[in-house]
Structures are given as structure tokens and as C-alpha cells.
């Protein structure tokens, strides 16, 4: 089977990958992705190793050296260089500080009537309730609940009393 994507690199493009190898002090990713493209060029001055003993030698799989040489075939040394951009943004944040905020101070506050202490679910009923959020799920309560480290179930969830001094 014939290669899918042949790399040839110009004079300039193998000093620049030369450059990048022979730098002391370069991205991981960055200098195994020039050192591959080294090693697959099938030009005049390339060795044209094939895919595989590329990929062992440098330790990485044989499907990421054929991804990196279909991007420098179809976008160019950059490309092939750099990280692929994100397609999608990232989710925009719904639970922000203020929003934990509110719900610390909640539960910190006192219980429902007919209920010994708040639960998670009621929390989670009552920030809704309060249009904190539209919706808030019981594991996002827990979430917030145990990244500040506060129990529901300890005596008191409210100011921490100070301790004394210690004796010498």
C-alpha cells in the first residue's frame, strides 16, 4: 500500500525543523512533531523512513504520524507544528462565585420548617426557589458543598467558633 500523504520539504523547511531539534529549549510535542516530519521526508536530502519505524522511533503511535503528515500536506509546517485549534468554544460558566455564594450562605442559614438541617436536594429546590439558577441539579449542590468543604450533617454549619489558646 502507497502512502497516503508524502512529505517533501523544502531547503527551508527542513533548516527550520532542524533549528527547532537542535534548539535547547522547545515544546515536547513540538520538537517530536518536527523530528517526524524529518524522518518522513521523501525529498532529495529526507531518509523517507516509512510510518511505522518512524513511529517506533520516536515513540508514538503510527496513526498520529499520519495525522501530522496529512496536516502538514494540507495546511502547511505550522499547522503540523502547532496544536489544532478548538473547533467549539468551551461551555460558558452557568455556576459562577456569586451563584456558590448564595447557596453557602443557604445552607449556613437555618433549616425549613419540618426539617432538622438542610439536605442537598432541598438546597438544590430552595436556590431554584430563589431564582439563583433556572435549574440546579443536587450533584451541583454536593459539588459546591464539597469544594468548600462544608458538611450538612456536622453540629454547626455556620461561623467557626475560635479555640483557645494553646497551654504551654
Not at 523544502?10 to 533548516?15: A, G, N, V, W, Y
Not at 521523501?42 to 496529512?70: C, M, Q
Not at 450533584?139 to 497551654?167: D, E, F, Y
Amino acid at each position: 500500500m502507497s502512502p497516503r500523504y508524502r512529505v517533501t520539504l523544502t531547503k527551508e523547511e527542513r533548516r527550520e525543523l532542524e533549528d527547532i531539534t537542535r534548539r535547547g529549549k522547545t515544546h515536547a510535542r513540538r520538537f517530536i512533531h518536527a523530528r517526524a516530519l524529518l524522518l518522513c521526508d521523501a525529498g532529495v536530502e529526507g531518509p523517507g523512513w516509512n510510518v511505522a519505524d518512524v513511529a517506533t522511533a520516536l515513540g508514538v503511535s503510527s496513526r498520529s504520524i499520519e495525522h501530522l503528515k496529512k496536516r502538514f500536506v494540507e495546511d502547511g509546517l505550522e499547522a503540523a507544528l502547532e496544536r489544532k485549534p478548538l473547533e467549539k468554544p468551551p461551555r460558558e460558566v452557568i455556576f459562577d462565585g456569586a451563584f456558590e455564594a448564595r447557596l453557602i450562605s443557604l445552607a449556613c442559614s437555618e433549616a425549613p420548617a419540618g426539617h432538622q438541617r438542610w439536605t442537598v436536594r432541598l438546597l438544590a429546590d430552595k436556590a431554584v426557589e430563589l431564582r439563583f439558577a433556572e435549574s440546579v441539579s443536587h450533584m451541583t449542590v454536593q459539588r459546591v458543598l464539597k469544594k468548600t468543604n462544608l458538611n450538612l450533617i456536622s453540629a454547626s454549619t455556620g461561623k467557626s467558633h475560635r479555640k483557645g489558646a494553646r497551654p504551654l
